[in-house]
């Protein structure tokens, strides 16, 4: 029962990255495409954590954790950027 309910959310996961990167492709501002990634790393990363599970791999939560410093960093840098430049 428990792996029925991990695929179903795999599943689910993997339906909202589509949306997201459709947004990303057809965002009308430039602020809706960062949404959209940030969105996209953040299911990537829970992703990620699906797998370390399936997997039974604690070093792929490593791989979780950077990849969402990454990008935590990235938005950020980002987001000053088109608020007032570097």
Known sequence: MANLIYN???IIALAAI???FIRLI???SVTDRIVAM???TIIAISLIVFLAYFSNRIIYL???IVYGLI????VIAVSRYL???F
């Open 8 to 10: 179903i959310s795999a």
């Open 18 to 20: 589509v949306i997201s």
């Open 26 to 28: 057809k965002g009308p």
């Open 38 to 40: 940030d969105a996209m």
């Open 62 to 64: 490593d791989v979780a």
């Open 71 to 74: 990008s935590f960093i990235g």
């Open 83 to 85: 608020e007032r430049g």
